[in-house]
């Protein structure tokens, strides 16, 4: 694995800041913090984390550094990841409105811990893609003083981008775990962002990947094996 100078180290602060911040947004638009999806929520997103960023801090502190970065990002993944981050700040009031203040929803207890154990899914899914992929950056771009490479073994002999796959896994997750069926409602239009930005990707790894175009030929699927 790839070392620097300093490495890196879990970041406290960041996980407290998102736990209250998150925490806050829900909690308000909900009306109580009465709410056991929304405490399980963060508490899973909160510890999955930090429990990543230990793992990449003491096996491949090169790729937690990397994640801390944006430099060398595509102008046209910068507009995608700006997005995403609205779309989360007015998703999760969203649910809270629908599932506690006004209860317009109701999900039954089985599929809430369903909605858990997905989001726990996407956390394994995310460590089995560092622990294989040293170049998984959290933005699109070709890592060459890296030694960038195409990547084509563990989860990514089944699809092209297993931590897209893994994310999909919290969307769906997330309402069920906090009890909103508008929520759920919402997912294809995350799931589109997602899907749009994998093929994006896939068009600039081709152009200026070594190996990538090969590897696309051999690994059919782009998020879910056997649909797409």
């Not at 981008?161 to 969307?171: S, W």
Request: glycine residues 8%.
């Amino acid at each position: 694995m790839n070392e620097t100078s300093n490495p890196p180290r879990i970041n406290l602060r960041r996980a407290a800041f998102t736990f209250v911040g998150l925490g806050t947004l829900l909690f308000l638009a909900a009306g109580t913090m009465r709410w056991a999806g929304a405490w399980v929520f963060l508490l899973e997103i909160t510890i999955g984390g930090l429990i990543t960023e230990a793992w990449l801090a003491r096996h491949d502190p090169g790729l937690l550094a990397e994640r801390r970065t944006a430099r060398g990002q595509a102008g046209w993944d910068r507009i995608i990841t700006s997005i995403m981050p609205l779309l989360w700040l007015t998703w999760l009031p969203l649910m809270a409105l629908d599932a506690v203040r006004y209860q317009t929803s109701f999900i039954p207890v089985w599929l809430q811990c369903t909605g858990a154990l997905m989001i726990a899914a996407s956390f394994y899914i995310a460590y089995r893609t560092y622990r294989e992929n040293s170049y998984a950056a959290p933005v699109v771009k070709i890592q060459r003083e890296r030694g960038h490479t195409a990547v084509t073994t563990g989860p990514y002999a089944y699809v092209r981008h297993p931590i897209y796959a893994g994310g999909l896994l919290t969307y769906l997750g997330t309402p069920l775990l906090l009890g909103s069926w508008y929520g759920l409602a919402i997912v294809p239009v995350m799931a589109a962002l997602l899907g749009l930005r994998s093929m994006m990707e896939e068009r600039m790894l081709t152009a200026e990947l070594d190996g990538y175009a090969d590897y696309i030929a051999r690994v059919r699927y782009r998020l879910v094996p056997m649909v797409w």
